[in-house]
């Protein structure tokens, strides 16, 4: 069974950067779709960005040119979330997906951005 680990959540002051990390285990074979979400508090899950191989990548319109999803050449079913320029609405919990649509989620990591 797939599981997900998110890693690299924490507080930053507004125009900070962060990088997350997510590590998917239990699985033989390369996973081809994998992505991130985020929900802030009293909102709805929303799709942060996503990567499948041989494919464009995709981004929600609020991180284009701020946000950068990429994947891992070297260690499999690895993929990261590169973060700049972060805003205080940017402030959730950013969970990371595999599967389109996504099947298997993270247990969420948080992401706080002081105004």
């Known amino acids: 069974q797939v599981q997900l680990v998110e890693s690299g959540g924490g507080f930053v002051q507004a125009g900070g950067s962060l990088r997350l990390s997510c590590v998917a285990t239990?699985?033989?074979?390369?996973?081809?779709?994998m992505g991130w979400y985020r929900q802030a508090p009293g909102k709805q899950r929303e799709l942060v960005a996503t990567?499948?191989?041989?494919?464009?990548?995709?981004y929600a319109d609020s991180v284009k040119g701020r946000f950068t999803i990429s994947r891992d050449n070297t260690r499999r079913n690895t993929v990261y979330l590169q973060m700049n320029s972060l805003k205080p609405e940017d402030t959730a919990v950013y969970y990371c997906s595999s599967g389109s649509p996504p099947r298997t989620w993270g247990q969420g990591t948080q992401v706080t951005v002081s105004s």
């Open positions: 239990g699985s033989i074979f390369v996973i081809n779709a």
């Open positions: 990567s499948t191989i041989g494919t464009n990548t995709n």
